[in-house]
């Protein structure tokens, strides 16, 4: 729909009219999130909080939310990366 109103709500780029569909970008899905971050595995931290199962841990200077792959593990544990399954990242304590 056209009004007034409509057209101060609505953003329009550079030039002054609207983007048609074909304009639009297309979006191609990550196969599902499956991808495996390779160099993460074998990797050694230190959890921040309980993990049961999932919390927080560091690795280095970076601070990652994690997932135990097994029991609950306490804070100040060392864990390895085990998997990386797309965002999720599954660790086992050292032992």
Known sequence: PRSRLWDH???VPPGGKPLRAADEPILVPDE???KTDHKRI???G???SILRP???ARFGEEYLDVVSEGPFIDPGTRV?????EGMRIV???VT
């Open 9 to 11: 709500m609505v953003l």
């Open 32 to 34: 599902g999130g499956r």
């Open 42 to 44: 074998g990797t050694q």
């Open 46 to 48: 230190e959890t921040l």
């Open 54 to 56: 999932a919390g927080k």
């Open 80 to 84: 390895e990366v085990v998997r990386v």
């Open 91 to 93: 660790v086992r304590k």
